[in-house]
Structure formats: C-alpha cells, structure tokens
C-alpha cells in the first residue's frame, strides 16, 4: 500500500514539475518563446525527468535490497541449530517462513517460524516507512535541481532525448538479456544432465522410463530416452498441421480473394474468436467430446481408436490452430499488390488461375512463415496433450494409440517430488534445450524460404 502511494506522489510531482519547468523557461525569456534554445515542452520533459528517474531508481534499489537485509536479519534471529543447518535445508525453512508472512502457512508450522514470520512483517513496513519520505525528497530534490538549471540557452531537447536514448537501449538490453539468460540457465542444467546421463543414451534411446530418484541409485540404469518423446511431438505437429493448413490457408484465399466486403467484415471475426480460446478448454473439449466421439466413431468401422489417441490430440490442436494459419495468410494475402492482379487479368488469366500462379506465389514467403508459426505453436501446446493423450510415451505410427509429448515430459518433471540435483528432474532442461534447438532450425529455414522467393517475386 505505501508503495503504491509513493508511486501516486511521484506522478503527481511529476506533472506539477512538468508544469514547474515550463514555466521557468517562459520566465526567463519574459514570456517569448523564440528566445529558447527548446520547446518549452522539453523544459519541462527535463524538470520531469529529474523528478522521476532518481526517485524510481532509489524505489526500486530499496525494494530489491530491503528482501536481503530483512532476510540476513531474520537468520540471526533463527535457533543456533536451525542456522547451522545445510544451505538446502535453510532456505526450504525461509521458504516455510516466507508463505506464513504471507498468509498461506504449510502444514508443519514451528514456534520459531510464526516469530520469524512476525518479525519479517513488521521490518518489510518499517522499511517501507523508511522508505516513502526519502524517495519524496529525492523527487522535490530533482526539482529543485532542474529549475536551477533552466535557463534560455539550456540544450533541453538534447538532454531529453539522451535520456530516452538511454531508457530505449536499456529495455532492448533487458530483452535480450533475458533470452540469453533463459538460454543459458536451460543450457547450463542440461550440462549438469549430461555429466550424469551420457547424451548417446539420451538422443538414441527408444525407450522413456525415468523413474524416480532415490539416493545412492545408479541413475544410468534408467532410460532417459528422447525418440519418443519427440517422435509423439512431431506426429500430432504433424496431424494438427494436416487439419490446420488446408483449412486454414482455404479460409484465408476465400476471405481475401472471394468474399465481400460484408462477409468478410463478420466472418473473420469469426474465425478468429477461436484464437482467443483458452487452450485448457481445447482439453477439455477434446478430453470430453472430440475423444468419446472417436472412439464410438471407430467402434462403428471396426477400428480401435482410443479416446486418448494422438489423433485426437492432434485434430483439437489442428482446430486450434486454424485461426493462426488463416489470419496470417489472409494478412499475407491481402498485400500483394492489386497491380500484379491486373496484370494477369489483362492477360486472360481467370481468377483462380491468378491466385495459383500469380498471388499465392508472390505471397509464399509469408504464408510459410504462418506456416512455421503454427508449427512452433503445436511443438509448444502442453495443456491439450496432457488432458487428450495423457503421459505415455510411445514409439508408433499408429494415429489411434496414445503418444506424449515433450513439453508433456517437462511438466510432469518438473512438478514431481524428485530432488532439482536428480537427472529425474534435469532432465526437463535437456528437454527444454531441444526444443529449442528444433523452434531454432525452423526459423532458420523460414529465413532461408523468405529470402529466396523474395528475390524472385520482388
């Protein structure tokens, strides 16, 4: 609550020293504002500026430090045995101690944790009331400095966008830090996996059973196996395509180069209404409905078809991801210049032959980057998988028997009792890493299809 009234003053002095700003420059010129090097309005950017950038920073400097310290004060406070305990041990209690201060306390509550939990309340306020009047006078003091500074030949505008120069390539920074960092962190567990498991039998094993940890266990006596953890990734990717792609892509060539204006005004709305579906609801519809339906569907063909199949997981995805393909195409479609149409019209092409050898070629580049988007977003889906196939991982071709996934394996590793050193849990990582490294490849190949045809039809 205090730092959300801290944060209300900083934008109310924010505007009083926008308006502060502005005003001091029109004074110091008497009023004419040709005088100034700046637009008024940069004056008071500036004063604005010096009002907020400080204060934010010591906010968020405080809040990042203050969790530290009120931790390193808590550890004192604990019993002598509790904090001789091993570093893992430790912070599962700080862990313990953390949920009670904040409502949600575990099963096993200690004395010492309720203290512990107590004390942490009371500093994370003191430190906040500590906190509140030196973030306000480091805002009144960014004022005061930036009205003493204005004067007519004041570089405002340069200083200003310096400073947004700066805010810009810290955020691109952050972005890209963060990629490197997940990449890195995923990298690095996935190493730590294939100093316990050797990556022969990890890539090259046909078969998944990881068990579980226990201590002491020779982990290498469990199959780590990939193949088909991935081959049951690839094969509903591949039924969710089949479905996804005609469909799809047929849609799109009719809303742009069929439909009326009035149609498509009402269809594409439609159609893209099952983007903003909940993919859990995919489960639940292919779990409830799309399975019992095929599995009654195939007992009337003399087929055995599962109600957790791959099929099914893959036609529900395949559904879900028709709106992908078809407002991307659409979009793709719709931006091929109508002049290579007239042209072809003016040759006695018919329409459809148009669109065959003169639209859709010259918009393939983007159509397979729609494609390959909807691919990565199938490779990726976890929730349909989980409630239409389950967790069973089969090396088959047959459509009509349950597979899993790889996004599948991750969850149910991560989420289990297994210790975070176990290659039981590592696993997941190396998981994580070759997807990856497949989502890599395909927009390298993406890349390579845009660029070639670009050549040819630009």
Known sequence: MIVLVVTLAILAMLIVGYRMGVGKALSATGGQARILHSRPGYYGTYTALWCALPACALMA??????????????????????????????????????????GTPPSNVEPYMEAAAARIGELEILGQWFMAPLVLIVALAGIYFAIRHIVPDLRARNKVESVVKILLIICSSIAILTTVGIVASVLFEAMNFFSIIPPQDFFFNPVWDPGFARAGEDHTQHDFGLLPLMWGTLFISFIAMCVAAP??????????????SRVRSVAKPLLEILAGIPTVVYGFFALTTMGPFLNTFGDTLGLDI???????????????????VSSLSDDIISQVPQAMRDGSYGMGATRSETITKVVFPAALPGVVGGLLLAVSRAIGETMIVVMAVGAA??????????????????????????????????????????????????????????????????
Not at 65 to 92: K, N, S, T
Not at 247 to 260: D, K, N, P, R
Not at 444 to 450: E, F, G, K, Q
């Open 61 to 102: 400097l405080w809040l990042i430090v203050q969790p530290m310290v009120i931790a390193a004060m808590i550890r004192g406070g604990l019993p002598a045995d509790i904090r001789a305990m091993p570093d893992e041990d430790f912070d599962l209690v700080m862990t313990a101690i953390r949920a009670i201060a904040g």
């Open 306 to 324: 599962q109600a957790s199949s791959a099929l099914t997981a893959g036609l529900v995805m395949g559904i879900m991801i028709v709106p992908f």
């Open 393 to 458: 991982a089969n090396l088959t071709a047959n459509p009509f028997e349950s597979v899993t996934t790889v996004t599948v394996m991750i969850v149910k590793q991560l989420t289990g009792d297994n210790e975070f050193s176990s290659p039981q849990t590592l696993v997941a990582f190396a998981l994580g890493l070759t997807l990856f490294v497949v989502t890599l490849c395909l927009n390298v190949v993406a890349l390579y299809v845009v660029r070639r045809y670009r050549e040819q039809y630009e």
């Open 247 to 260: 469909i799809g892509l047929m849609s799109a060539i009719y809303l742009s180069e069929y439909a009326t």
